[in-house]
Nanobody, 123 residues
């Protein structure tokens, strides 16, 4: 099982980025995937998750609701995080992870993690 996050970079405030989480070694269809982030000097926090393909329900932290959109393309074994209206508080390393059990709001509920991708929002 592998998860690979990509798409990070430097973006100006108000800009957009799309992160990708490429999954391999398992059928993405059957699993919920979550995104977390860790800002410098802070603990890792939950950002968003999308349920398995049965419903593909989406959930967002209040801090990103209305600005971020999570989606999945099972044919490409990829989950995306579209991030709009970015601000300095969104600067962090972003991680994707596979949900093992639970509602998906806690790190402990995830069993596999990808290496993060750095997002820097700065002018």
């Amino acid at each position: 099982v592998q998860l690979q996050a990509s798409g990070g970079g430097l973006v100006q405030p108000g800009g957009s980025l799309r992160l990708s989480c490429a999954a391999s070694g398992f059928f993405l269809d059957y699993y919920a995937i979550g995104w977390f982030r860790q800002a410098p000097g802070k603990e890792r926090e939950w950002v968003s998750c999308i349920s398995s393909s049965d419903s593909s329900s989406t959930y967002y932290a209040d801090s990103v609701k209305g600005r971020f959109t999570i989606s999945r393309d099972n044919a490409k074994s990829t989950v995306y995080l579209q991030m709009n209206s970015l601000n300095a508080e969104d600067t962090a390393v972003y991680y994707c992870a596979r949900l093992a059990y639970g509602l998906g709001f806690r790190e402990s509920e995830y069993d596999y993690w990808g290496k993060g991708t750095l997002v820097t929002v700065s002018s």
